[in-house]
């Protein structure tokens, strides 16, 4: 979904995303949507892609009052891959939980936007873990090993 509004970001009516209020606007409806959608998988799904897409959109056009430019999102862009591969395991890990644990299921059931918080600190502590003594030994042997030619 991204890729497809990427692609049309030059289009005249993205083009007015370059707005903070439209950013904020974005914003509120997105997290309005992941606390008070349905649990479903449908169109629902579609939506929230579409409003992630235009508010990153928007973002990348627009550099207002929120700069997203500081060390913990450029840490996060360093451990990315690690949350990108750990994320579908540590969802799956608290998914079984909570189908085995009733009362977890009853408030996650109550509260989803719990499963989220808790699922994404999770991955990114597992991610934080693989990058400090996993990744950095080979991404070391490989600086190492090979030498980049600046042409």
Request: aromatic letters at 14%; zero cysteines.
């Amino acid at each position: 979904m991204g890729a497809i509004v990427s692609i049309h970001s030059n289009n005249k009516l993205l083009v007015k995303l370059k707005n903070s209020k439209i950013q904020l606007l974005f914003g509120v409806i997105l997290l309005a949507y992941l606390i008070f959608a349905p649990r479903t998988f449908d169109a629902n799904h579609l939506l929230g892609a579409v409003l992630f897409s235009l508010l990153m959109v928007s973002m990348s056009l627009y550099r207002g009052k929120l700069n997203l430019e500081n060390r913990q999102i450029k840490y996060l862009g360093q451990i990315s891959y690690g949350l990108y591969i750990f994320h579908p395991y540590v969802s799956i890990v608290y998914r079984f939980l909570i189908e085995k644990i009733q009362s977890l299921e009853t408030m996650i059931y109550s509260m989803p936007l719990i499963f989220y918080v808790v699922v994404t600190i999770t991955t990114i502590l597992v991610a934080h873990i693989s990058y400090k003594y996993y990744e950095t030994f080979f991404l070391k042997k490989k600086i190492r090993n090979y030498k980049i030619s600046e042409e």
